[in-house]
């Protein structure tokens, strides 16, 4: 949200590169083979930009399912700490196209960037990467700007949907013309 109001206020873009901020990503690097302790890497064909992380397509992993060599050079994933009452507002703000209490908190065009599907070719999940444990499949499912969005397939519609990780299971679906959502966490040991 927070990078999302700086886009808004043209503070900052989408197409900004993170070494800006973070210069360490100055000269990215791309895995190409080796095993995980001398990995084979080439030099990146662009900078990871702001749009690279917010669609989850900056070349980074979440580590935590060690099943890439790549996983255990970057463990950068961090996950939604919060109540499930802070979450349902911001599915309620969602909803309401940017406002919040009577509040505008986003233009409603943010919010249509956030929730368009974005992967190239606007293709769903289940088409694009590598295959995911998840308790659901990903047919159907696009990638907005933070989190996943199940638009494809209902036309008419734009119900927002989807998880913030696809490992976590933690899912939320939205229906804004009826104002309807869902929240659900699943608990695993």
Known sequence: MAAMTFV???RIDLTDPISRWLPDFAEPRVYVKGPALAPVTEPATEP?????????TAGLTYGFRSTHPADARYRAAGFLVSTAADYHRFKQMLLRHGELDGVRILAPRMVDLMTANHPPGHVDLEAYGRPLLAEMPFDGCGFGLCFSDRVLGRPGRRPHGGLLHPAAAFRHVSDPPELRQLVYQALVD
Do not use: A, D, S, V
């Open 8 to 10: 808004e206020e043209g």
């Open 48 to 56: 990871i930009r702001l749009w690279h992380l917010l669609t989850h």
